[in-house]
């Protein structure tokens, strides 16, 4: 059975930290690309970063680069968002998701993810 288990949300003041940790188990972690997504209430999903299997390439969209880190422990089964400089227009809840390092699509395409976790809230106060 995969599971996707995010935690380390929560409520922080603008400017602040965060660092969110997605925990995989029921497959070879190591074969899967993996990909963080947000969802505010009224708005779409959107895209925040992504990790390819073996950590070698890294994507995000302008509105996080240089303030977000995403990063994989293999070993542990375990993918990272470190979010920095944190804003107001942060808050959402926070979601991981696999795909397998066969697909070609862009790692920022939804559709080409199979499983999702069921997410972990991250407020920022301003």
């Known amino acids: 059975q995969v599971q996707l288990v995010e935690s380390g949300g929560g409520l922080v003041q603008a400017g602040g930290s965060l660092r969110l940790s997605c925990a995989a188990s029921?497959?070879?972690?190591?074969?899967?690309?993996m990909g963080w997504f947000r969802q505010a209430p009224g708005k779409e999903r959107e895209f925040v970063a992504a990790?390819?299997?073996?950590?070698?390439?890294?994507a995000y969209p302008d509105s996080v680069k240089g303030r977000f880190t995403i990063s994989r422990d293999n070993a542990k089964n375990t993918v990272y968002l470190q979010m920095n400089s944190l804003k107001p227009e942060d808050t959402a809840g926070y979601y991981c998701a696999d795909r397998h390092y066969s697909r070609r699509g862009s790692l920022s395409d939804q559709d080409q993810y199979a499983y999702w976790g069921q997410g972990t809230q991250v407020t920022v106060s301003s």
């Open positions: 990790i390819t299997w073996g950590g070698g390439h890294t």
């Open positions: 029921g497959r070879d972690f190591s074969s899967y690309d």
